[in-house]
């Protein structure tokens, strides 16, 4: 999960990132948070960033939570936000922009476990899961984290936004989790790529977004490649219907 922490109190960000940790932990949700002490730079990255959950402080420096949260809505309107404030004074005006919960500061853990307990409910009806073996735990992983996945050794490792899960299992009997999904290829040996986390091919690799390199298979290089460009043909013409 990618989550976005937007508050210009330094001190508030690292409560509240216990909390998720805690909260992971105990559901076996992998988070990827990042922290924003300025609404500026919080609204360059969610530009070129998907989030599924922000929390949003309401005083700002040069602003209102309640305008970045309608800026947010504007850019992906699957996003939750959860806003984090001392004052009730904006709880109205919040939740006709259909946010997913009012935190007042101070609250504690169980305050937030409930709105997290919220979040999962909501996106559950509208996100996909695959469910891993990783040690004696099982793991819930979303697929739109999924930006690639490899074997080796007997194990199934999946590389998302936040970690590597590791699984042992045959490629065999992982590639039926995903090959139903339009996004994900199979592009090399036990090797299958997010589409969505491609940002261009050269020569034999493909070159993902955060700067990897993924192997295309050479006996397969051409159907691999048709694959990818139907793909993104699709997605650009879903994305112009949209606008």
């Excluded at 409560?15 to 609204?43: A, N, P, W």
């Excluded at 509208?126 to 194990?155: C, F, M």
């Excluded at 899960?165 to 065999?172: A, L, P, T, W």
Aim: with cysteine; aromatic share 14%; glycine share 2%.
């Amino acid at each position: 999960m990618n989550a976005a922490i937007v508050d210009d109190s330094v001190e508030d960000i690292e409560l509240l990132c216990s909390y998720l940790s805690r909260y992971g932990q105990e559901h076996k949700v992998h988070m990827y948070i990042e922290r924003f002490t300025d609404e500026r730079d919080f609204l360059d990255a969610v530009e070129g960033t998907a989030y599924h959950l922000v929390f949003l402080d309401i005083y700002m420096k040069d602003t209102t939570g309640i305008q970045i949260a309608e800026k947010v809505q504007k850019r992906d309107p699957r996003c939750q936000i959860i806003f984090t404030t001392v004052s009730e004074e904006y709880a109205p005006m919040a939740f006709r922009l259909h946010v997913l919960d009012y935190l007042v500061k101070p609250y504690g853990y169980a305050c937030l476990k409930d709105a997290l307990d919220h979040f999962e409910l909501t996106v559950s009806r509208l996100a996909h899961y695959i469910e891993l073996k990783e040690g004696r735990e099982r793991t819930r992983v979303p697929v739109s984290d999924i930006v690639y996945t490899d074997y080796s050794n007997h194990y199934i490792q999946v590389h998302t936004v936040s970690c590597v899960i590791r699984s042992h299992m045959s490629f065999n009997d992982f590639y039926p989790m995903l090959s139903s999904y339009p996004n994900f290829l199979w592009c090399y040996r036990n090797c299958m790529v997010n589409m969505d986390f491609i940002a261009s091919y050269i020569d034999r690799d493909f070159i993902l977004k955060n700067g990897e390199t993924i192997p295309i298979a050479a006996a397969r290089r051409r159907e691999i490649l048709q694959t990818y460009a139907d793909y993104i043909f699709d997605s650009h013409a879903q994305e112009g219907r949209r606008v």
